[in-house]
């Protein structure tokens, strides 16, 4: 990366950029309060504050500019206020509209100035309508505000003497971009404005379609060559992370600044163009955690592409994550989305497809426990003498139970308006309608969590309580309730002798299948959402491998003791798709072929399979192509979604105080591989002090 | 019935032969080598490991049959992914019959032997007829040095090593770099010596000691005291190859 450039990432990560940050921020509740102003006018009129309270910064060496100064969202809401409005309704995390995706390529192409023209024409047409009038003029009034601080960071380089940055800002955001640094800085602001204006987990969507045409016409000109281009991308890369500590989240790094690659066109043909790979290169040379870049891949991906994405994965930065277009868009399009619109799906803050421009969706309304409903399913079935299909069926009424919870509640969504990210959603502007209100797309989405765990317990007890008989029901509750306290020896054998998912057996796998058809069928007897959607089953675990395992404070999900797979109260599921912790495996092939038996036409809210590989694995080229096979074996045995980790330090050190719930995590010995959890403490240590010594 | 035992089955095994494989560890081995990093492959029995992360058994019996099928249902995506199976150990000579019986059941797989040489040279061919790539061991050419470090003899080894070369099975010699015994100067020419122009030899693989191969002793019961001094640093001769006209890597 060029010198200027490796510069500024160390800036950013020392946090040089805060000595610009103001300490104080615009009182708007005051004056909204003192105006009376309506719901929509109160949002607007946060995004103009903020716009306004923002002190240009420029740094000599940028070519991309905006950094953010003010370092929280005031309330346009007293709490009362904000009480009252939303009494009885259910406030989905901090309230306001989050984790969609806004039309970048319509913005980029219409500029500011093209939407407020749309936005006025609208305004006189439906003149008639009161409240479709307040709306638009609340969003002429953001728009307005973004150009203001566009024109006050271009005087401010006129001042320094910056005419290259002053010509940019003159022009975009408020015009259409016409070359690929136009786009990059128009890009910047309108984004960075999402976060002022209180917005969250903001995708950056399928920047490697909206900006080729862009970049593209550059090349054709001769105006920038792919080193320049790469360059300037990385500099928008650097300038994402800038702001990422003021960002919300539950940790810090977990704020949705995806950005998605590859994958079909709108018309189906192949979307891989010269940016998909030069973005993948940027991301390469930034090493940085943000933007958090997603690949879309099919089983005919070719292996350059997916080395030079196995690259990525080799820095351990947890992405790129992978999506299996073959089996994601069928999905969609059997949940309803139109085909266009399914091949033009995005990643929302983790794994959730999503349509850019066109989902208003809340695609994290809560998650299914699946270990709290086969364990309902256990106390139910077991004391009463039923049979292991009358288990399946408490586990069942359970999922139901439990999906209809979340539902219910979400059927009394209330979303405040978003006047600002109305102007980049599709219709909001030409219909006078708050994106808020709703978009085309209008679903819910719920995680069917602790899946591996579950149909472990699931198969352990059909093979040891029913079939062999081995094991006696009410010994099993009561050790349940005694956290195996004093069943020692039975907790093992549920453990060591029960059918595990992870190693294509289908004995195991069955169970995993059975349990996702629960909540697919929960999911689709749910019906409409109150929104005009349905809700979408998936197989992420988000944080819920946790919270379901020890609880956090406010959450509606169900937390349970002991299971049946002999894991203790208090410890935490496998996350996402993946072989319970502390399962061993035979190796990734078997892994992956367990997981492509879910029914992915069902399940479609996306959750990734994890698999973690050591960073040895990654030591040369041919590692590296036999990585990126890998990864097209997963496209091609027909699984959904991938996320590929390279083991590192931090992995280790929790290894070694906690060996057993990494029990597959594999360190190198010479000319083999070995389980780091099988060495001797020292050798341990040993790899430690190598990985340490890596990480320069 | 004809049985086998193994102790892992490991998939994804990137450093053991081209593209995507699977390794078979095959337990028993012949030799006792000072350095060996897989000590529960030594004894041809079953074995509990107690490991810190709980307690488990080394060792299970297949059949060929099991084995083969275990192996064949991931058959598809070996081939379409340039890779196979290789059959480790241990001494999977030490299982010839096994081996051979499970590899000819095995569907249109790329298969790899890697093994010691320590073996009668009708396992060795009954094995390498099947196979299509051969990993092989040369670790120290003087007899003595051999029986101090390994406990055996090396005449089969080297004899093997010539039976090797006239079966048209294309192989690579591996040599374990342990130092101040492997890596000598001495010896790592007399090991070019014996490689050089020897037919159907692809490349002679340097591997570089590592200091996690004492790491499963403890679990096995078993105590690692080597007698040479991990810490002295290698010396990695590869001209002594390269002069030789030997294709030589370090892995």
């Known amino acids: 990366m060029e010198q200027h450039l490796e510069e500024m990432k160390r800036r950013v990560r020392d946090g040089e950029h805060n000595r610009w940050r103001q300490d104080s921020v615009p009182d708007v509740l005051a004056e ?412 819910f989405g719920i995680h069917g969590a602790a899946s591996a765990n579950a149909a472990d317990a699931l198969a352990a007890v059909r093979k040891l309580v029913f079939e062999e008989q081995s094991i006696d029901r009410a010994t099993l509750l009561r050790a349940l309730d005694a956290n195996w306290e004093g069943y020692e020896p039975l907790r093992c054998r549920l453990a060591e002798e029960g059918p595990r998912v992870g190693n294509d057996d289908d004995a195991a796998d069955e169970l995993l299948v059975k349990l996702f058809g629960y909540l697919a069928q929960a999911c689709d007897a749910a019906g409409d959402n109150g929104r005009g959607g349905r809700v979408r089953p998936g197989t992420g675990s988000a944080m819920y491998y946790v919270w379901l395992a020890r609880g956090n404070p406010g959450m509606r999900e169900p937390v349970v003791g002991a299971t049946a797979e002999g894991r203790r109260v208090g410890d935490l599921f496998g996350a996402n798709l993946a072989p319970a912790q502390g399962v061993r495996v035979r190796g990734p092939i078997s892994t992956l072929r367990s997981f492509s038996k879910i029914d992915y036409q069902r399940i479609c809210n996306g959750g990734p399979i994890t698999l973690e590989l050591s960073d040895a694995v990654f030591r040369d080229a041919e590692s590296i192509s036999k990585v990126a096979m890998l990864v097209r074996t997963f496209a091609q045995v027909g699984c959904q979604q991938l996320q590929v980790n390279t083991v590192n330090l931090e992995t280790l050190l929790d290894a070694k105080a906690h060996p057993e719930r990494h029990k597959n995590l594999i360190v190198r010995v010479w000319g083999w591989s070995g389980y780091f959890c099988e060495l001797a403490p020292e050798y341990q240590d040993h790899i430690i002090a190598r990985q340490m010594h890596t990480m320069v | 019935m004809l049985t086998g035992i193994v102790f892992d089955v490991k998939e994804f095994a990137i450093h053991d032969g081209p593209g995507i494989r699977t390794t078979v560890f095959l337990k028993g081995c012949p030799l006792h080598c000072a350095w060996c990093h897989n000590p529960e492959g030594i004894s041809p029995k079953p074995q509990v490991l107690h490991a810190p992360s709980g307690d488990r058994v080394a060792g299970t019996v297949y059949t060929p049959a099991e084995l083969a099928w275990i192996l064949n249902a991931q058959a598809d995506i070996m081939r379409a992914n340039e890779g196979g199976v290789t059959f480790s150990g241990g001494e999977p000579l030490r299982q010839a019959r096994f081996v051979a019986a499970t590899a000819r059941l095995l569907r249109g797989m790329h298969i790899l032997l890697d093994t010691s040489g320590y073996a009668t040279k009708g396992d060795l061919r009954l094995v390498v007829a099947l196979c299509d790539m051969v990993y092989y061991d040369l670790k120290l050419i003087d007899p003595a040095q051999h029986r101090r470090y390994t406990g055996y003899d090396n005449a089969p080894i080297l004899h093997n090593f010539h039976v090797l070369g006239g079966l048209g099975v294309p192989y690579v010699v591996r040599v374990p770099l342990i130092p101040g015994v492997t890596d000598t100067d001495d010896n790592l020419a007399a090991i070019a010596a014996t490689v050089r122009g020897a037919p159907g030899l692809l490349r002679v693989d340097l591997l570089p000691y590592n200091h996690v191969a004492g790491g499963k002793y403890a679990a096995a019961g078993m105590t690692f005291a080597p007698p040479y001094d991990e810490a002295r640093p290698l010396n990695i001769n590869t001209a002594v190859f ?6 030589v890597h370090v892995a």
């Open chain 2, 242 to 247: 390269t002069e030789a006209g030997v294709p």
């Open chain 1, 32 to 443: 909204c309060e003192a105006e009376g102003l309506s719901w929509v006018r109160r949002a607007a009129r946060l995004t103009r504050r903020m716009c306004e309270a923002e002190r240009p910064v420029i740094e000599p060496d940028e070519r991309i500019v905006f950094t953010r100064t003010l370092r929280t969202i005031p309330p346009v809401y007293s709490p009362a206020d904000w009480a009252a409005r939303t009494a009885g309704r259910t406030v989905h995390e901090l309230g306001c509209v989050n984790n969609i995706c806004a039309d970048w390529g319509m913005i980029l192409s219409q500029g500011l100035l093209g939407r407020r023209q749309v936005a006025l024409e609208s305004r006189q047409r439906l003149a008639d309508q009161p409240e479709v009038v307040e709306f638009l003029d609340a969003a002429v009034e953001t728009i307005d505000a973004v150009l203001g601080l566009a024109a006050r960071y271009a005087h401010e380089a006129r001042e320094l003497g910056r005419l290259d940055v002053a010509a940019l800002l003159e022009r975009v955001p408020a015009h259409p971009a016409k070359t690929f640094h136009e786009a990059l800085q128009a890009l910047r602001v309108v984004h960075a404005v999402l976060w002022l204006s209180g917005h969250y987990q903001n995708a950056f969507g399928r920047l490697d379609q909206y900006l080729w045409p862009y970049l593209e016409a550059d090349l054709r000109a001769g105006r920038l060559d792919s080193a320049g281009a790469q360059a300037l991308l990385a500099e928008f890369f650097i300038a994402s992370n800038k702001d990422a500590d003021l960002y919300p989240g539950v940790q810090k790094g977990d704020n949705g600044q995806t950005l998605v690659l590859g994958g079909v066109r709108p018309d189906g043909t192949c979307g891989v163009n010269g940016l998909t790979r030069l973005a993948l290169r940027a991301a390469l040379e930034v090493s940085m955690i943000d933007p958090k870049i997603n690949l879309r891949i099919d089983p005919g991906t070719d292996l350059d592409l997916l080395s030079l994405a196995s690259e990525l994965t080799r820095k351990g930065l947890g992405f790129p994550q992978y999506s299996n277009d073959a089996v994601v868009i069928p999905g969609l399009v059997a949940h309803g989305y139109d085909l266009a619109d399914a091949r033009d799906y995005v990643m929302a803050a983790c794994w959730e497809f999503i349509i850019p421009g066109k989902g208003m969706e809340v695609v994290n309304t809560g998650a299914v426990s699946f270990p709290a409903a086969v364990d309902r399913g256990l106390r139910e079935a077991l004391p009463a003498g039923g049979d292991f299909q009358a288990v399946l069926e408490g586990t069942r009424q359970d999922v139901r139970r439990q999906v209809e919870r979340v539902v219910g509640d979400y059927r009394r969504l209330i979303l405040p308006p978003a006047p600002y990210y109305s102007i980049m959603l599709d219709g909001c502007l030409e219909q006078g309608r708050d994106a808020s209100e709703g978009l085309k797309y209008n679903n």
